[in-house]
């Protein structure tokens, strides 16, 4: 649940913002910004699955229920969700991103649990994909005699969705000031970001994009950091200055058109 649903965040009719912008560091070469038209970042859907079974002794698995064996196969048969329902030319991911059961090695546990990280571009994608990842524990867990199992929706980001016509005024400024090489085209991004949850609430153009932060040999290697990577460590310069004028940039660039107009 996001704060605005929650009632943390509220915005009245005299508040409301006319526009959204947000800036973004991530793996690119330091100096540049790369800006996206459309869908910029993907929906983001994630669960926690309780696989109920049966204890016993681990010498004894004719007395139990193994939720572990149940999980390994539903872990397995959600590899084809992406590989085997969705095109090719669409987007989707689904990762199963943690697994526990079991405290001893000689018990078979009443008990596993494992999460699912699931993402998507487009309504006509994720809804599928929702359906076919529900539909497999079900199915999964049916064939294997156990209780039905417990799944829990941690939480939800919108997708990030730009402004097309926004998005090409920024591109302008943002090539005025740090000139035309150094702002480039990007492609939609499967990350996700809870900024779209306020798009989503106010319903205003926004633009979300994202600046670089290493050296053009460090993007050259073959294993860059990346976002969440405990060696994501960007340059100081130009990484600051680039992405402090490209912030300011789109500030100003409102500003001084709503001065204008008043």
Request: proline residues 6%; glycine residues 8%; charged residues 20%.
């Amino acid at each position: 649940m996001s704060r605005i649903s929650a009632g943390v965040i509220t915005v009245s009719i005299m508040s409301r913002p006319r526009w959204q912008r947000s800036i973004l560091k991530t793996s690119g070469v330091s100096g540049t910004v790369r800006l996206t038209a459309g869908p910029v970042m993907s929906y983001a859907d994630s669960w926690r699955l309780t696989l109920r079974g049966r204890q016993s002794h681990g010498s004894q698995p004719e007395n139990s229920m193994d939720p572990i064996v149940l999980g390994a196969h539903i872990v397995t048969r959600l590899q084809t969700v992406v590989s085997r329902e969705i095109s090719a030319l669409q987007s989707a991911v689904v990762t199963v991103v943690t697994f526990h059961g079991g405290l001893k090695e000689n018990i078979i546990p009443a008990t596993a649990e494992f999460t699912l990280n699931i993402r998507s571009l487009d309504d006509t994608v994720r809804g599928p994909v929702l359906a076919a990842v529900r539909r497999i524990i079900s199915a999964v867990d049916a064939a294997s005699g156990a209780p039905e199992p417990q799944i829990e929706e941690l939480y939800r980001f919108p997708r990030n969705l730009n402004d097309v016509e926004e998005t090409e005024a920024l591109r302008e400024h943002l090539v005025g000031v740090l000139g035309e090489q150094n702002v480039v085209d990007g492609k939609p991004f499967m990350g996700s970001e809870d900024f779209g949850t306020l798009a989503e609430s106010i319903g205003v153009p926004t633009v979300f994009w994202f600046f670089g932060g290493f050296t053009e040999e460090q993007m050259a290697a073959d294993d860059v950091p990346v976002n969440h990577s405990p060696q994501f460590l960007p340059v100081m310069e130009p990484t600051l200055s680039t992405g402090y004028a490209a912030a300011m940039t789109a500030i100003l660039s409102k500003l001084s058109k709503a001065s204008k107009a008043s």
